[in-house]
Each structure stands twice: as structure tokens, then as C-alpha cells.
């Protein structure tokens, strides 16, 4: 199924024929059905299989590609297992996987790789609240990619995942400083749409943190908002602001 799941050889990138690549996503559904059925019967041994098979072939993009593809399907099935032994042996593997392979950037670098290793990240998320030690990195890891156009959207939905689960790890002393700083630096550079996700993943944060440092970090959150506001309506002889305006900042 992991074969199946590959892109055609003769697509180098993802600006290949639009209705071609449409054709073979709609495939690539059905893959998705069968890796579903086996992690239904192999539990959290398929992603053990699945981690095996990525070692494999570590050069071929098309390869790793599809095999975090597989990973990404069957995240939903096999993260909601109740024993305690699935959950230690998915957690295992999540951190081998993140540690040794996408956080340190060792996976072929094609956008298409880039894009599934966000997805992964984004689906298995939740393993974070197991172990907060995967956070930081993780971060790390997302920040720079929220600045590519042709990685951002992706990024913003991974960071938001990793915010939201690692919330504990967020609410340590100068953590949640660091990462608003590193946000909003960006300003400017992360397309709107991820941006705005974005925000309101760490919005959500605060929201958890007592009330006076709450407000010292949301003024640090809002404050390229603030600066872009004041600027747009510099000379403005008026306190309305339309909803254009609003929409442009």
C-alpha cells in the first residue's frame, strides 16, 4: 500500500500537471481506505512498520514522501487506541520519528516532503501532551517554515497543533516570550491566512495564563497589529475605522 501510495516517477515537483495530480490524489483516497483497514488490525504496529519502512530508500523523496502520507492516514485511528501499552509503543515511535528524522531536517529536501513531514507533525501532535520534551524542538522546527509561501499554510496548522498540546511547556517562564517574539518577527514574511492562524493559536495560550502576564504577552502578540494600524490611519481625522482598513491590517 505504501508503494501504491507514491507519486508517479515522472513528477519531479508539485507544479506538475494539475489534472494529472488531481486524478492520482482521488486515488490516493482509496490507498488511504486500505491503510486504514490494516491499522485497524495491526494497531500501533503499523506506524512500527511504517517508521521501518522510512529508513528504507532514505534518499528517494518519493518514497519518504509516501511513507509519512501513510503515517498521516492512519494518525486518527491509531492515536485513539486505550491501552496503555499501544499508547507507550505510538509515543515511542512518534519520538523516533520526530527526533531523528524530521526535526533534524534528515528527510530528502523536496517541498512535497517538507509538506507530509507538517501534515505528521500536525497528526500526531497530540503524542506531545506525553511528552512536552518534543515542544520546543517542534517549534523550532515549524517557525522558519511559516515564512515559505510553499510551506506556510501547512506550518501555521502543524504550529497550531503543537501550541494547543503543548500548552504546558508554552506556560514555563519566558517560553511563551520567546515564541510571540519569534512570531511576530515575522511579521511581514508569513502570509496572512497563516498568520492569522497563528495568532490565534497562541491567543488560545494566554487564555491559560494568569491574568497579569496574560496581558503582558497579549501586548506583545498584538503589537505589529497596533503599529500597522496606527500607521494605516496616520492622519485620519476621524475614530472609525472601516472594515477595509481592519481587513488590510
Request: with cysteine; charged share 20%.
Amino acid at each position: 500500500l505504501v508503494g501504491c501510495a507514491r507519486y508517479p516517477a515522472h513528477v519531479v515537483d508539485c507544479e506538475e500537471d494539475e489534472e494529472d495530480l488531481d486524478d492520482f490524489n482521488l486515488y490516493r483516497r482509496r490507498v488511504e481506505e486500505g491503510l486504514l483497514n490494516c491499522a485497524c488490525s495491526l494497531r500501533g504496529h503499523s506506524l512500527t512498520l511504517l517508521c521501518e519502512l522510512m529508513a528504507k530508500h532514505a534518499g528517494d523523496w518519493h518514497h519518504t514522501e509516501a511513507v509519512l502520507f501513510s503515517m498521516q492516514c492512519v494518525a486518527g485511528e491509531i492515536l485513539t487506541l486505550p491501552a496503555v501499552a499501544e499508547r507507550n509503543l505510538i509515543l515511542s515511535n512518534v519520538t523516533t520519528l520526530l527526533t531523528n528524522y524530521i526535526y533534524p531536517g534528515a528527510l530528502p529536501a523536496h517541498v512535497l516532503v517538507h509538506r507530509a513531514s507538517l501534515r505528521v507533525v500536525e497528526a500526531y501532535a497530540k503524542c506531545m501532551q506525553q511528552n512536552l520534551a518534543l515542544v520546543e524542538p517542534g517549534l523550532h522546527y515549524l517557525l522558519p517554515k511559516l515564512s515559505d509561501a510553499d510551506l506556510a499554510q501547512h506550518a501555521a496548522k502543524a504550529f497550531a497543533g503543537v501550541c494547543t498540546k503543548g500548552q504546558e511547556c508554552l506556560r514555563k517562564e519566558g517560553m511563551m516570550q520567546t515564541v510571540i517574539t519569534a512570531v511576530t518577527e515575522r511579521y511581514g514574511a508569513i502570509p496572512r491566512e497563516s498568520m492569522e492562524g497563528c495568532v490565534q493559536a497562541l491567543g488560545r495560550v494566554l487564555c491559560s495564563l494568569d491574568p497579569p502576564a496574560m496581558m503582558v504577552e497579549l501586548e506583545r502578540l498584538t503589537a505589529p497589529f497596533v503599529e500597522r494600524l496606527r500607521v494605516t490611519t496616520e492622519g485620519v481625522r476621524t475614530s472609525f475605522v472601516s472594515a477595509s482598513v481592519l481587513i488590510e491590517v
